[in-house]
T-cell receptor, first 114, second 115 residues
């Protein structure tokens, strides 16, 4: 049973650049959520994708955008990177939104912006 | 504005004793609460959850208590084992989405089980 996978594991970028992170949900899951975890903080909800559309969004600027593909995998794009975007980016998946399921998390992508 | 607060950054407990991790919340719309455990270099792993219609949920060594009037929940681990050493996150969601909606997390408590 394949769990949630994310790529790459680590990434270094410079200010102003753009980055794309990838996530494959757990087998059988169709809903993907993205979280940002800064050092010493808990994960913060960025957005959730279901049926290839953004269903929910947290308090993040438009520089953060996403996409979900027909196979349920997802991408997180961040434009015009800032130093403060340095964080662990976590992807979580569930079977359907709002059905009482719990979210399963991937190991994350650690992004460093210099 | 922290809607979910875990006021103890760390907690040290002797092996075999009870570990009690606390969490407070401010948003009255939260109706589903979860605890996640996180080891270094891994994503958070779901432990146990509780709906706002209950005040207690038990799963093996783990029990979560919810006090809605005080907006407080706690996770009890009995007996504590060395493998329980990890960072524990309290999380909440609203609008009856269960745990499948966007979660609001606390900052976490680092639990250390001493042999």
């Amino acid at each position: 049973d394949a769990g949630v996978t994310q790529s790459p594991t680590h990434l270094i970028k410079t200010r102003g650049q753009q980055v794309t992170l990838r996530c494959s949900p757990k087998s059988g899951h169709d809903t993907v959520s993205w979280y940002q975890q800064a050092l010493g903080q808990g994960p913060q909800f960025i957005f959730q994708y279901y049926e290839e559309e953004e269903r929910q969004r947290g308090n993040f600027p438009d520089r953060f955008s996403g996409h979900q593909f027909p196979n349920y995998s997802s991408e997180l794009n961040v434009n015009a990177l800032l130093l403060g975007d340095s964080a662990l980016y976590l992807c979580a998946s569930t079977l359907g939104p709002g059905v009482g399921e719990t979210q399963y998390f991937g190991p994350g992508t650690r992004l460093l912006v210099l | 504005d922290q809607q979910v607060k875990q006021n103890s950054p760390s907690l040290s407990v002797q092996e075999g004793r009870i570990s009690i991790l606390n969490c407070d919340y401010t948003n009255s719309m939260f109706d589903y609460f979860l605890w996640y455990k996180k080891y270094p270099a891994e994503g958070p792993t779901f432990l146990i959850s509780i709906s706002s219609i209950k005040d207690k949920n038990e799963d093996g060594r783990f029990t979560v208590f919810l006090n809605k009037s005080a907006k407080h929940l706690s996770l009890h681990i009995v007996p504590s084992q060395p493998g329980d050493s990890a960072v524990y996150f309290c999380a909440a969601s609203e609008e009856s989405g269960g745990g499948a909606d966007g979660l609001t997390f606390g900052k976490g408590t680092h639990l250390i089980i001493q042999p």
